[in-house]
């Protein structure tokens, strides 16, 4: 049995990200998030000494700035993985914003795998 070793292609520089894309993608992290932290909202783990409809407004407001200022981090990846798919999408887009560097989110690996056409997957 022989197995043949080609060697990869060089990772592609990193294109310059769509604005309105990445935008978009962290807009759609914060809706997760949101989510997620509605959901943890609801396991209430005793009586609320202030409830009222107005805290639970205020409360759900101030989720919902906390959601948007941690997508604006993109710590939890949603935003990265969502903006690499849609960019895999777009025509005429021949580079990927995949991070070229090995020590982020993907890395080198998913940028190679991305460039071999799923070669690695």
């Not at 520089?13 to 992290?29: N, Q, S, T």
């Not at 999408?89 to 090995?102: D, E, I, K, L």
């Not at 989110?105 to 460039?115: C, F, I, N, Y």
Request: proline letters at 5%; a positive charge.
């Amino acid at each position: 049995m022989k197995i043949a070793l080609t060697q990869a292609k060089p990772v592609s520089p990193v294109a310059k990200p769509d604005p309105a894309l990445r935008k978009a993608a962290e807009a759609f992290e914060a809706v997760m998030l949101r989510q997620m932290m509605a959901s943890m909202r609801q396991a209430k783990l005793g009586d609320d000494i202030f409830g009222s409809s107005a805290t639970d407004n205020f409360r759900e407001m101030s989720d919902a700035k906390l959601a948007d200022q941690m997508a604006g981090l993109r710590q939890f990846g949603i935003a990265d993985m969502i903006e690499r798919q849609l960019t895999k999408a777009v025509p005429g887009q021949a580079t990927q914003t995949v991070p070229a560097s090995t020590g982020t989110k993907g890395g080198a690996l998913a940028a190679a795998s991305a460039d071999n056409k799923g070669a690695i997957r």
